[in-house]
């Protein structure tokens, strides 16, 4: 749900004043617009106190200057006098305050899941937001049916000392609100950057030719993800250059159905019935309509393989290459990463020389030549020239 304001630096052009409407965020992805007032200013990244009526809340400026008009014309809010004012920049003790009644959220919540509980209703708590000043407190809950909580709201005013407001929202909202990491490794479009929730149909998982497995399309919120209407206008238009599923070819070797196709790669598999055991066909879609407009002339092909796709396999090096050379499970017993073991060797195989007979025999003579030198080697007996 960021923003990046593009006309930030922009001069503004002359005789016309700065917009003094602002976007405010709060949390997870509640946003409001608020009025600055004449001779105030605040800046992107500010946090803001704003009014609240009753009490005052608090959020972070997320968007200033003209953008802020194009953001109120696309959500449809209008620039009236029902617009409420930024009271003032947060000082330390505004930001302590917020601060205190965030921390009570997570208490909050679990307090109020075992109240809830207790009064045995039929719905889910999802998330708990505490107001700025910490005198109203928001629960947000999901149920499929109407679910009368006055008396739950009279026992967790009494609970936790805070005015309570009890919001239902729907099933999208809440994984909005939550968060999490979708199949494709990313954060939750809902969460991030997504904030209409379009309805979504199994009409989109079967012009995309996906399964219609409801744990596989379905996403963390138990609908079926928003990302099926992503692309969905694309595979209409390409559906549209293809035959029905519908179709059957004939052949003098039997009849044919539809199996499958590859709307992007332009290509159908087609399978006999007469023969079910053996792979489906792949057939470029100008052969196909060549096919049909054989068998609207009441004229048949031999047999479908004849124009089947003939698939050439690709390469060893093109599947798998050593790009780094590390494929060898003997590539450290070479020269780089053996030298410790092959000195280890050697000091062990000088070793075993000094403890053979030889070795010994040799070592003792030549110890007792060099005690003969030093003996003959005196004082006045330099070695001559």
């Known amino acids: 749900m960021t923003v990046f304001d593009w006309l930030e630096g922009v001069p503004i052009p002359e005789g016309q004043r700065p917009f003094d409407i602002v976007e405010v965020r709060f949390k997870r992805s509640r946003k409001g617009f608020y009025r600055i007032g004449q001779g105030r200013r605040v800046q992107t990244g500010d946090v803001a106190v704003v009014d609240a009526t009753p009490g005052e809340d608090m959020g972070v400026v997320s968007l200033t200057g003209e953008l802020v008009r194009a953001q109120m014309k696309a959500k449809g809010v209008k620039d009236t006098h029902e617009i409420k004012k930024v009271i003032r920049k947060a000082e330390m003790e505004d930001i302590s305050t917020w601060q205190a009644a965030r921390n009570r959220e997570k208490e909050t919540l679990k307090q109020a899941r075992s109240i809830i509980a207790d009064h045995k209703l039929d719905m889910k708590l999802g998330d708990v937001e505490y107001q700025g000043d910490g005198s109203k407190c928001t629960l947000f809950y999901t149920a499929e049916q109407r679910v009368d909580f006055r008396e739950l709201v009279r026992d967790l005013a009494a609970a936790f000392k ?48 996906l399964s219609l497995n409801p744990q596989k399309l379905a996403g963390q919120c138990g609908k079926l993800k928003c990302c099926l209407n992503f692309e969905l206008d694309q595979y209409k238009e390409a559906v549209a ?141 330099a070695p001559s020239a």
């Open 162 to 209: 805070v005015r309570i407001e009890m919001r239902q929202i729907g099933a999208r909202q809440e994984s909005a609100r939550i968060g999490g990491i979708g199949v494709c490794g990313r954060e939750l479009c809902c969460s991030t950057w997504l904030t209409d929730f379009r309805s979504v149909s199994t009409g989109a998982a079967r012009y995309q030719q």
């Open 241 to 381: 250059e293809f035959p029905p599923p519908s179709t059957k070819l004939m052949t003098r070797k039997g009849k044919a159905g539809h199996f499958k196709t590859d709307i992007f790669g332009g290509r159908m598999w087609f399978q006999y019935f007469d023969d079910p055991g053996t792979s489906p066909i792949p057939i470029d879609l100008a052969d196909v309509r060549k096919i049909m407009e054989m068998n609207d002339r009441g004229e048949k092909p031999d047999d479908l393989q004849g124009y089947a796709i003939q698939e050439e396999a690709a390469p060893e090096d093109a599947l798998y290459g050593d790009v780094v050379g590390q494929d060898d499970v003997n590539r450290f017993d070479g020269r780089g990463g053996g030298r410790k073991g092959g000195r280890r060797r050697s000091k062990g195989q000088g070793g075993n020389q000094a403890k053979s007979g030889g070795g010994e025999s040799k070592q003792g003579g030549g110890g007792k030549r060099r005690k003969k030198r030093r003996k003959g080697r005196g004082p006045g007996n």
